[in-house]
Nanobody, 118 residues
Framework: QVQLVESGGGSVQPGGSLRLSCAASGISIFSAYIMAWYRQAPGKQRELVASISSGGTTNYADSVKGRFTISRDNAKNTVFLQMNNLKPEDTAGYYC???????????WGQGTQVTVSS
């Protein structure tokens, strides 16, 4: 049974930084999957923020390019999201999962809340 546990969220002022972690368990070959971070703000659709392939190729939404960095540690089945220069519009619940979801996503974790406000 796959379990995704996100952590590292919090409340920061604009311009601040946070580092999110996603620990995955129950995935037989974690390194084989493209993993991604998604976010969803109240009243808005879920959006893909960043993804990383097994080989380390990364992709980012235009809104976070240059500010966010996704990375992974396959030995520890963990995905990270370093978020710098945070903006109020980054406020959302952040979740990790595989990408693309159309191939069959894992069960969603509880997510971690990021709030950016002065």
């Amino acid at each position: 049974q796959v379990q995704l546990v996100e952590s590292g969220g919090g409340s920061v002022q604009p311009g601040g930084s946070l580092r999110l972690s996603c620990a995955a368990s129950g995935i037989s070959i974690f390194s084989a999957y493209i993993m991604a971070w998604y976010r969803q703000a109240p009243g808005k659709q879920r959006e893909l923020v960043a993804s990383i392939s097994s080989g380390g190729t990364t992709n980012y939404a235009d809104s976070v390019k240059g500010r966010f960095t996704i990375s992974r540690d396959n030995a520890k089945n963990t995905v990270f999201l370093q978020m710098n220069n945070l903006k109020p519009e980054d406020t959302a619940g952040y979740y990790c999962n595989r990408s693309p979801l159309r191939l069959g996503g894992f069960a969603w974790g509880q997510g971690t809340q990021v709030t950016v406000s002065s």
